[in-house]
């Protein structure tokens, strides 16, 4: 596939929003005060908010494991803001330690490379389909200590999301919650919140005026590293992929020639489907030049060779 190059244009987005701060800080509440919310409730935080007076109606999914977080987003997807205008996980570290348990190395807490590398890969193509969602995302995440090295000694410089590093790069704005229910605005994407990066109070308010203006333009799809990588091994522009396609079908008796001719091009490095397509199109070239009658010396037909 050639790479399109085009004018940058806008693109209809929603909101992607990192909230983390201590418990109590009013993490939930604040997130429940978004449009049409689907809570995902992974401790059972959303019992003090349910039909309580003043708390606007919401959806709701208890889950624990990835693999039920991933069947939420499947309907979220399907549903494509039909019912739900906002999509909340709280807290996402709950998802994250269950698939560390779940993976740990002989039912301990160690974990080997592989199991690191299931682990990011796992979250590295969750959060690009919440980052692809039709739906405003928040996701909130607990507060862990941060710590820097001071020769020896490790010293404590703050506060972090207890997240990793991706999450908190692909995420629009992050906010931490203050015990009195402000907030530190630490990353605000294309807006500004608050004063001097200061919210005295969160809720949908804040966010709205900025919501407005990503509703005009194209919608994007996101594509995460995995599909990527999938696509790339599977591109005949791939020098290794395009060898094993030449390969294959040489020892098929075919030339250079009717590969080129099946696929309709003049050089390999100019198709822009992936080895399946091409396999399919040189199937179809097959057996359309085997029904093909061609002259005999005898005056009579036969099915025209191919390869020769």
Known sequence: MMVKIELATPVAKKLKVLIYGPSGSGKTLAALTFPRPLLIDAESGSDLYAGRPGIPQFHRARC???TDLEDVIRQVEADNGKTW??????????????????????????????????????????????????????????????????????????????????????????????PDFSAIVEKSRGAT????????????????????????????DYEDDEQAATRQANDLRNREVAEQFVAHWRGQGLTNTDLLSALNVKRLSEYE????????????????????????????????????
């Open 193 to 220: 919140l608050g004063k001097s990066d200061h919210l005295p109070r969160v809720d949908w308010s804040v966010f709205e005026v900025i919501a407005a203006a990503f509703t005009d333009g194209q919608r994007q």
């Open 64 to 66: 624990k494991t990835l």
């Open 273 to 308: 489907g992936g080895r399946a397509l091409a396999d399919t199109q040189v199937q179809t070239y097959i057996a359309q030049m085997t029904s093909k009658p061609a002259p005999a010396k005898n005056g009579a037909t036969e099915p025209e060779a191919i390869g020769k």
């Open 85 to 178: 205008d906002t999509l909340i996980i709280d807290p996402l570290t709950v998802f994250y330690d269950v698939e560390k348990t779940t993976l740990s190395v002989n039912n301990t807490k160690d974990l080997g490379y592989r199991e690191w590398a299931k682990i990011n890969n796992r979250m590295g193509s969750l959060y690009t389909r919440l980052t692809g969602l039709n739906v405003h995302v928040v996701v909130i995440a607990r507060e862990a200590t941060e710590y820097a090295s001071e020769g020896k000694d490790l010293k404590k410089v703050g506060q972090k999301p207890d997240a990793d590093r991706d999450l908190v790069y692909m995420m629009d704005f992050r906010l931490r919650m203050q």
